[in-house]
């Protein structure tokens, strides 16, 4: 399997924002365009055709730009999709479970919340990046608890997995939280709500410092 740089724009989908395939499709692809570097199916509905679809289809686009797409909470779903790996919260079952499935070389993310204990224990359990937020107002998790930036900085000198930030991440914002230690940006509405979400991704693609 490709091996993958853990690094850049991170593009979560929302079933609200986009319920149909083509406005799925489409925004992804313009947001792959643009430089997104990591794509994560989220959709909680219990249509399981429907998630098997969307989820085999943004897999065929995701490869032809040599991107990854991760599946949220379900690792059974991105085995049988095919998909590059999974993300997992915290009450999504084990990382060791999720590996034992889909096997040593896929991804396997996890959210940390506002909590560096979190994140050591899954570095400890074999995870392939962590997750913390939110750092900023988020529009898809109003109620999520909110982290410091210095929470980034802390997982840096304890932590060598690969981080992402969530939770409100704008244009505006994005350049603070990577020079905070952010290595991905997780961004919902402020990427794919865009009028041009392609000339979205290129303005937060081109903060992102290169990686040698």
Known sequence: MI???????YAITDSVLMPEDNELLSRIEAA????????????????????????RALVDLCQQFHVPLVINDDAHLAKASGSAGVHLGQSDGLIS???ALLGNS????????????????????GADY????????????????PA?????GESKA????????????????????LTAGADMLAVVHALLAADDV?????????????VS
């Open 3 to 9: 091996k993958f740089e853990l690094h850049g724009l």
């Open 32 to 55: 792959l365009r643009g430089g997104t570097r990591i794509v994560q199916y989220r959709d909680k509905s219990d249509d399981s055709a429907k998630r098997l679809r969307q989820a």
């Open 97 to 99: 479970e999720a590996r």
């Open 106 to 125: 896929a991804i396997i993310g996890t959210t940390c919340h506002a909590n560096l204990e979190y994140a050591i224990t899954a570095q400890q359990a």
């Open 130 to 145: 962590i997750a913390y937020g939110a750092f900023y107002a988020s529009k898809t998790k109003p109620n999520a608890t």
């Open 148 to 152: 410091p930036l210095s929470l980034l």
């Open 158 to 177: 304890q932590i060598k997995l690969p981080t992402v930030a969530i939770g409100g991440i704008t244009v505006d914002n994005a350049a603070q939280t």
């Open 198 to 210: 392609e000339q979205q991704a290129r303005r937060f693609s081109q903060l992102f410092p290169t």
